[in-house]
């Protein structure tokens, strides 16, 4: 069982910054793919980003079209903590955020996770 933490949502002027951070349980984080979600107001869950072991050291960064070049996703396996950097911030990156953890496979939609996390909101105002 993974248990995932979420920190860092708040209210921001577009153009502004967040970090958001996700701290994961469990003893085998490093395996693990960890990404992130969002789902704003009467719209559906979406992907954001997510982060999966390549093997040795390596790992690989994926990102929504709406979130390249704007959005980093990073991860600290000695803390279990998965970080999204977000910037130039705009309304519609309004949402609630969520973690996400697969172990063993890419996390591009709702069916391919194993545990989520409790969910934080970002809004961002105009």
């Known amino acids: 069982q993974v248990q995932l933490v979420e920190s860092g949502g708040g209210l921001v002027q577009a153009g502004g910054s967040l970090r958001l951070s996700c701290a994961a349980s469990?003893?085998?984080?490093?395996?693990?793919?960890m990404g992130w979600f969002r789902q704003a107001p009467g719209k559906e869950r979406e992907f954001v980003s997510s982060?999966?072991?390549?093997?040795?050291?390596?790992?690989?960064?994926g990102y929504a079209d709406s979130v390249k070049g704007r959005f980093t996703i990073s991860r600290d396996n000695a803390m279990n903590t998965v970080y999204l950097q977000m910037n130039s911030l705009k309304p519609e990156d309004t949402a609630v955020y969520y973690c996400?953890?697969?172990?063993?496979?890419?996390?591009?939609?709702?069916?391919?996770?194993?545990?989520w996390g409790q969910g934080t909101q970002v809004t961002v105002s105009s």
């Open positions: 996400a953890a697969a172990l063993g496979r890419g996390l591009t939609n709702d069916g391919a996770v194993d545990y």
């Open positions: 469990g003893r085998t984080f490093s395996r693990y793919t």
């Open positions: 982060t999966s072991w390549s093997g040795g050291s390596v790992y690989y960064a």
